[in-house]
């Protein structure tokens, strides 16, 4: 295993649209776990393939129960309610914005082995499956915010909300 470096910036490989996996060998089984432990090491609670340079439709993600979920060739089933909340990047590092999310979400996707399975989140979970399949077809959630804030601006805006309080 691996940790691999996580592209930011503008880098045109956020902006392409993925290949679907079509070999579940001994390659794909490297790239889920270079993810894991580079999810890992980055502290985020999402991460997709391109965010690493390859362009396959692979997405980590952690769930509400602290779980990494590996997701080959994901795609959302059904989505309900909304959810307008936080979101940050770990291709967009320091900066923050507000997205507006279903509130719960059910996926479908195949393991690391090419098992077909669904999984279902609500709230973060949710968002996170909402944001890294967006990454799957070349989108950024700075495409659906209206603002973007620094860490230090959203720092200030959380001591404002507390004053207020």
């Given at each position: 295993m691996a940790i691999r470096?996580?592209?930011?910036?503008?880098?045109?490989?956020?902006?392409?649209?993925c290949h679907p996996v079509t070999k579940f060998d001994g390659k794909l089984a490297d790239l889920l776990d270079d993810m894991r432990e580079t999810?890992?090491?980055?502290n985020g609670v999402g991460l997709a393939a391109p965010q690493v340079g390859i362009l396959?439709?692979?997405?980590?993600?952690?769930n509400g129960e602290g779980e990494m979920l590996e997701l080959v060739n994901p795609e959302i089933l059904?989505?309900?309610?909304?959810?307008d909340g936080l979101e940050g990047c770990l291709s967009v590092p320091g900066m923050w914005g507000y997205v507006k999310r279903?509130?719960?979400?059910?996926?479908?996707?195949?393991?690391?082995n090419g098992?077909?399975?669904?999984?279902?989140?609500?709230?973060?979970?949710?968002?996170?499956f909402c944001h890294e399949l967006a990454h799957l077809d070349g989108h950024l959630y700075t495409e659906l915010c209206e603002?973007?804030?620094?860490?230090?601006?959203?720092d200030q805006m959380m001591e404002e909300q507390e004053a207020d309080r």
């Open positions: 470096t996580i592209i930011t910036g503008d880098d045109p490989v956020l902006n392409k649209a999810l890992t090491q980055a396959r439709r692979v997405v980590l993600v952690v059904a989505q309900k309610g909304e959810q279903p509130e719960w979400v059910r996926v479908k996707a195949q393991d690391r098992n077909w399975f669904e999984t279902e989140g609500t709230g973060l979970t949710a968002r996170c603002k973007l804030y620094t860490s230090e601006e959203l």
